[in-house]
């Protein structure tokens, strides 16, 4: 199973942060993009360690982290723009958006 997660807002945070530790758990591969103020959620440390762990791939819209982010931008997520997240929707069987 491929899963795809899109983070919105980052009061999901955590939800989407245990969903993704839980289907990694399950043996899926899961990828997520941030988007908004979803890009916050680059700033928790739970959440880098997935990604730095190769548990979870991330990418994040660069114009967002620019509106939403809090200096430079994080250099273990691969910064990307709408493109990455339309590319996350085509290549994953289920998608889950907080």
């Known amino acids: 199973m ?3 997660v899109m983070i919105t807002d980052d009061r999901f945070g955590a939800y989407a942060t245990g969903m993704l530790a839980a289907a990694a758990r ?5 990828r997520c993009f941030l988007t908004h103020a979803g890009t916050r ?19 994040f819209c660069e114009y ?16 990307g723009g709408q493109y990455q997240n339309a ?7 289920r998608i889950v958006v907080f």
Not at 67 to 75: M, Q, S, T, V
Not at 87 to 93: A, D, F, G, T, W
């Open 26 to 30: 399950r043996g899926w591969e899961c």
């Open 64 to 79: 967002s982290w620019e509106r939403f982010g809090d200096g430079a931008p994080p250099g273990w997520a691969q910064i």
């Open 41 to 59: 959620v680059l700033r928790q440390p739970a959440f880098r360690q997935l990604v730095e762990a190769g548990t979870v791939s991330a990418g």
């Open 2 to 4: 491929r899963l795809g």
């Open 87 to 93: 590319q996350l929707v085509h290549q994953c069987e």
